[in-house]
Structures are given as C-alpha cells and as structure tokens.
C-alpha cells in the first residue's frame, strides 16, 4: 500500500525558511518521480517541485526558482522540500505526490493530477 506522510510545516514570517519532508512506504522510490503541490485557499492544486530518484532531475514551478530546493535520501525512500524566502503568497496545504508506478518525468509528475496523495500539511507564511 502506498503511503506518502508529509512533516515539517508551520507558520513562518515573510522571508523565513521551513523544510518539508515526505517519507514514501509501500514501495520503492528508486525508480519513480515524487515531489510537491500546494492549494491555496480557492485556488487550484499546483505541482510546486518534483524529481526523479533514479537520475535526481528536478523541475520547478516559475513562481519557485531560486527560492525551493527539492532534494532525496534513497537510504530513508524520503523528499524534502527546503522552502527559503518565503512570501506570503507561499501559504498553502503543501501534499506530496507521486505517479508510482509510472516511469515518468518529474515534469510529467509536476503536470498530472492522477497521482498518489500524501494527507497534505499547512504552511502559512504571515507575519
């Protein structure tokens, strides 16, 4: 059974740095594409950053580059999101996603919504 659970929102001022983190169970993510999307309130889900473990390649939406950093651990099957300068604009459920068992893209994964979700978690940047 697949299994996405995200930790590491919060409340952080404009210009913080909050690190997400996704631990996958249920199967290996060796070979697959996983990443984030956010919901803002009234606004659509949108694939925020997603990689491909088996070569690391990355994707980023425009309104991130230069601000998030996705990156893996193989040994704990887990993604992190490192989320720095942040805007209030960032607040958002932030759910982990991945389009196990397809081998695809993360662009691919970053562009789809038929995908495993994790439970999502707040992150809310305000002062």
């Known amino acids: 059974q697949v299994q996405l659970v995200e930790s590491g929102g919060g409340l952080v001022q404009p210009g913080g740095s909050l690190r997400l983190s996704c631990a996958a169970s249920g199967f290996t993510l060796n070979y697959y594409a996983i990443g984030w999307f956010r919901q803002a309130s009234g606004k659509e889900r949108e694939g925020v950053s997603c990689?491909?473990?088996?070569?690391?390649?990355?994707y980023y939406a425009d309104s991130v580059k230069g601000r998030f950093t996705i990156s893996r651990d193989n040994t704990k099957n887990t993604v992190y999101l490192q989320m720095n300068s942040l805007k209030p604009e960032d607040t958002a459920v932030y759910y982990c996603?991945?389009?196990?068992?397809?081998?695809?893209?993360?662009?691919?994964?970053?562009?789809?919504?038929?995908?495993?979700w994790g439970q999502g978690i707040q992150v809310t940047v305000s002062s």
């Open positions: 990689l491909t473990f088996s070569d690391g390649r990355t």
């Open positions: 996603a991945t389009d196990y068992p397809i081998l695809g893209t993360a662009q691919a994964l970053c562009n789809s919504k038929d995908v495993y």
